[in-house]
């Protein structure tokens, strides 16, 4: 396609789209819909993902010791702890730092605190983070064979309800996908068809002199292209709009998980969203075209 | 240039003959009138010098296409050395009268310097040179037609096709069109037009082929009018 043919299947599908504005604004808000519902999951999965993945990070296990023991005998076991297999960091809380963190988490009601003993409040732990999230079970029994070790707790069910969360939606998302573009191929080849419909005797005439078959798709594989890009654009900034409404909202029930900014996700949302906008236009156009041009 | 040797025309749905046996060619620079009844087979021959229709049997060869082999793809390629001019005139209403011609040129990818020159030029040869921005909803029934000829004209074919281009004309406008017609074949386009218009066959003493039930009854080199009854 010469840059001369490009420029009048441009202006064709403009003129076009001016000719049929409300057909094309059906199809714009038809593929905007469809895109928004797609964006707004593909903004959760990104987020999804990364909670998952600070949730791996922060997957550790916790061994606690027996309230008496001291400093010097936590640390004793922690060392011992440390040179397990699968273990990537044993760090060691002592019955003071155990109280100092926890009156930490009180904040301006940390004055309860004031009469209590650190050394009987909470006993001495090691947080050991493991190399191998998998192995986690193997490593939680060796720990707990060790002496001086009493209880050992891990945040192992949060790790995996948010995983299979993430997998059901991940899953969710690719049949999603499918299914939105059908569906939007669908009515946008129909909105184009009635287009296609309406102009049968502008494509009888160009048979006529003579017309390529494509010569008569280009314009209006264009607008489709069009039609697809605009509905995209429309679909970003309303995602946009919302994921940025969300994201202020969550960050105000405090800072358990890092979300995603906008500024983050958008690039790479806008990118998938114009490209499967633009697929669809061109795919729904193609399909309109393809039972008229029998001349 | 046109040649349809023994060709028949089957059509598979009602098993209508349309043309049969017929036979005849048509040298460059020729004005040809095919003439007959309704039914007689002049739009089929039409139909197939566009190739929208291919012989059931026999040959037809048009600017040294075989309609009968020619690959879709080929179809383009034939219409592009044809002009086409209806009897309804088949304008686009949303554009200008230049806009309808440029049109035809765009379709076959000419460059726009050579559009803006030769639109111009064909309007002229139809004197319609001063209508070249109305609409053709603002043009009469003969202005309308004319603009369709200079369509026709714009890709410099070697031969026009006319079907019934009169028959929605007063006698005047028919004229008109005629003289233009006759101009145009003058400068060596061969013209092919279907027609049922007697007065117009009689005065212009060209070829006349007439056919009768898809057959050929007659062929006169300066004919008139004459299908019985």
Same mark, same amino acid.
């Given at each position: ?23 094309? +604004? ?17 903004? #959760? ?14 997957? $550790? ?36 730092? *155990? ?8 904040? !301006? ?15 001495? &732990? ?11 079970? $193997?490593?939680?029994?060796? %720990? ?8 050992? +707790? ?20 690719? +049949?999603?996908? %499918? ?9 946008? &080849? ?36 069009? %039609? ?23 960050? &105000? ?17 806008? %990118? ?24 | ?15 209508? =003959? *349309? ?61 592009? &050395? ?27 990818? *000419? ?38 000829? *200079? ?37 060596? !386009?061969?013209? =092919? ?7 117009? #066959? ?28």
């Amino acid at each position: 396609m010469a840059f001369r043919g490009l420029k009048y299947y441009c202006s064709e599908a403009f003129k076009n789209i001016w000719y049929n504005k409300l057909m094309a +604004i059906t199809s714009i808000i038809t593929v905007m819909s469809c895109l928004l519902i797609f964006g707004f999951f593909l903004v #959760v999965q990104l987020n999804l993902n990364d909670i998952t993945k600070q949730l791996e990070g922060q997957c $550790e296990i916790q061994a606690f010791m027996p309230q008496e023991y001291n400093d010097e005998q936590a640390k004793q076991v922690c060392d011992k702890i440390s040179v397990l297999p699968n273990v990537k960091s044993a760090i060691l809380e002592t019955r003071q730092q *155990a109280y100092d963190n926890y009156k930490d988490t009180l904040g !301006t009601a940390a004055n309860v605190m004031e009469n209590i003993n650190p050394e009987e409040f909470l006993p001495a &732990s090691c947080k050991i983070r493991p190399n191998d999230i998998s192995q986690l079970n $193997e490593l939680e029994a060796q %720990v707990s064979a060790i002496e001086g070790v009493e209880e050992v +707790i891990n945040r192992r069910d949060t790790v995996n309800g948010v995983i299979s969360v993430n997998s059901i939606i991940r899953n969710g998302c690719i +049949i999603f996908a %499918v299914l939105l573009a059908l569906i939007a191929v669908f009515i946008i &080849s129909n909105t184009i068809k009635l287009d296609v419909h309406a102009r049968q005797r502008e494509i009888h005439i160009m048979k006529y002199v003579g017309a390529t078959d494509w010569f008569i798709r280009w314009p209006f594989i264009i607008e489709g292209i069009i %039609v697809g890009f605009l509905g995209a654009v429309v679909a970003i900034l309303i995602t946009l709009l919302i994921s940025s409404l969300l994201l202020n909202a969550l960050d &105000s029930f405090g800072n358990i998980f890092q979300f995603r900014s906008s500024s983050d996700t958008m690039p790479l949302v806008s %990118v998938v969203l114009l490209l499967f906008g633009v697929v669809i236009g061109a795919l729904g156009s193609l399909v309109a075209v393809r039972k008229h041009l029998q001349v | 240039m046109i040649i349809f040797d023994n060709v028949t025309k089957v059509y598979d749905d009602n098993k209508t =003959v *349309a043309l049969e046996n017929l036979s005849f060619t048509v040298e460059k620079g020729e004005f040809v009138f095919l003439v007959g009844h309704s039914g007689a087979g002049k739009s089929s021959i039409i139909r197939m010098l566009l190739c929208e229709e291919r012989p059931t049997s026999g040959k037809v060869i048009v600017n040294g296409f075989d309609i009968g082999t020619l690959s879709q793809k080929q179809i383009p390629e034939l219409r592009r &050395s044809l002009g086409v001019v209806f009897q309804d005139f088949r304008l686009l209403p949303n554009r200008t009268v230049y806009d309808n011609v440029a049109f035809a040129m765009h379709v076959v990818g *000419a460059p726009t310097k050579q559009i803006r020159r030769r639109v111009p030029e064909v309007l002229s040869l139809v004197d319609l040179a001063h209508k070249a921005r109305a609409y053709p909803s603002q043009l009469s029934g003969g202005e309308q037609q004319r603009v369709s000829m *200079a369509r026709a004209l714009a890709n410099n074919p070697s031969i026009l096709i006319a079907d019934e281009p009169t028959g929605n004309l007063d006698l005047k406008r028919s004229d008109e069109i005629m003289a233009i017609l006759d101009r145009i074949n003058q400068k060596g !386009t061969t013209v =092919v037009m279907a027609t049922h218009a007697e007065k117009i #066959v009689n005065s212009m003493q060209k070829r006349v082929i007439t056919l009768d039930m898809g057959a050929l009854v007659r062929d006169e080199e300066k004919g008139g009018y004459e299908v019985g009854i």
